[in-house]
């Protein structure tokens, strides 16, 4: 399950890069709700994380722990 969930946030990562010819106020947004976060914690997470709100990828993350 987690190697799937990496691959969909791999993905979506993709497609949010590929937006960056579109015009910011037309982007449509992508919004990505992880529930137990922790389980899919990789790169892929820490650079959307860092880097890809301004292509229009918003998460939401989820996590029983503090």
Known sequence: MQAYGRFIVG????IALQRTNIVIHKRVPILLFIDEFQNFISSDIEKALTQLRKYGLH????????
């Open 59 to 66: 998460l939401v993350l989820a996590n029983q722990y503090v």
């Open 11 to 14: 993905l979506l990562r993709i």
